[in-house]
Nanobody, 118 residues
Framework: QVQLVESGGGLVQAGGSLRLSCAAS????????MAWHRQAPGSQRELVAS???????NYADSVKGRFTITRDNAKNTLYLQMNNLKPEDTALYYC????????????WGQGTQVTVSS
């Protein structure tokens, strides 16, 4: 069983920065993808950024060049550095771990709120 706890959300003005953290407890293993998703009110949840064990990253077009996903394996923690924040980045941000080795397992955190004021 894997538990994920996000932190780092808050209220920031447009143009500001935040760093989200996701502390993972339990065994993730060497065949997994960690990611950040977000969901704004009235919208579907969308993928923001993902990171494989091999270091491959993927970003939503809307955040490319502004957000950076990283991982500290020693601390079992995933990060999302968010720079030049925009009001449209306002959402509940979720940490996700997808373990792709059988049995496939999908874990989610509770979410952390990011609000960007104009």
């Amino acid at each position: 069983q894997v538990q994920l706890v996000e932190s780092g959300g808050g209220l920031v003005q447009a143009g500001g920065s935040l760093r989200l953290s996701c502390a993972a407890s339990g065994s993730i293993g060497s065949n997994s993808v960690m990611a950040w998703h977000r969901q704004a009110p009235g919208s579907q949840r969308e993928l923001v950024a993902s990171l494989t064990n091999g270091g491959r990253t993927n970003y939503a077009d809307s955040v490319k060049g502004r957000f950076t996903i990283t991982r500290d394996n020693a601390k079992n923690t995933l990060y999302l550095q968010m720079n030049n924040l925009k009001p449209e980045d306002t959402a509940l941000y979720y940490c996700n771990v997808l373990i792709v080795a059988p049995p496939i397992r999908d874990y989610w955190g509770q979410g952390t709120q990011v609000t960007v004021s104009s």
